[in-house]
């Protein structure tokens, strides 16, 4: 009997006791699931500048990256609205419409409209973002950036799905809430 209660108490404390992978540089843990996406893979660059990257996968297939860097500044400014940030915001769009030069992607379209910022309700950061199309390994690929600042520190995510999956951006949407509550502690 003593067994059958201790192994009903593990099985009721598993889901918080598996952590997938704890981001000191914001205080947060990020989970083995966020809406429907699986950890996949945990990556710290050499360079501490450079910071973490945290991935996750969701069938369809859509993927979604989480960076938390500092990009080398010390101080940075909350929100999606300096000057600092809107900087930052635009190298990293650059970078993605560069892609092509090395032969990383092709056919890289990122849309001349403005940036567009979030307007989530509830807890967690807002986003500046933008969207834009690319073909990678002769697949048709629909990505987003996503920026913010949380503890002195930037947090992109990026979400990529193929062109002709129909939830593609539903499944991206809701990644991006599950993931703004996650660094809101929400």
């Given at each position: 009997m003593r067994a059958l209660i201790l192994f009903l108490a593990l099985l009721c404390l598993s889901p918080f006791a598996s952590a997938a992978a704890y981001e000191d540089a914001i205080g947060v843990t990020f989970p083995d699931e966020v809406s429907g996406f699986q950890f996949r893979r945990r990556e710290t660059f050499s360079q501490k500048a450079l910071g973490a990257a945290t991935g996750y996968l969701h069938a369809g297939p859509v993927q979604g990256t989480v960076y938390v860097y500092t990009g080398g500044l010390s101080s940075i400014p909350e929100g999606t609205d300096s000057a600092i940030v809107r900087k930052h915001f635009a190298q990293v769009i650059g970078e993605v419409k560069q892609m092509e030069a090395p032969g990383l992607a092709s056919k890289v379209t990122v849309p001349s409209t403005p940036d567009q910022v979030t307007h989530l309700a509830g807890c967690g950061p807002q986003f500046i973002w933008k969207g834009?199309?690319?073909?990678?390994?002769?697949?048709?690929?629909?990505?987003?950036?996503?920026?913010?600042?949380?503890?002195?520190?930037?947090?992109?995510?990026?979400?990529?799905?193929?062109?002709?999956?129909?939830?593609?951006?539903?499944?991206?949407?809701?990644?991006?809430?599950?993931?703004?509550?996650?660094?809101?502690?929400?």
């Open positions: 834009y199309d690319m073909e990678l390994d002769g697949a048709q690929l629909v990505s987003y950036t996503y920026l913010t600042v949380v503890r002195n520190n930037f947090v992109k995510l990026r979400i990529s799905y193929l062109k002709s999956n129909p939830t593609g951006k539903a499944a991206a949407d809701r990644f991006i809430e599950g993931v703004r509550k996650v660094i809101g502690r929400c």
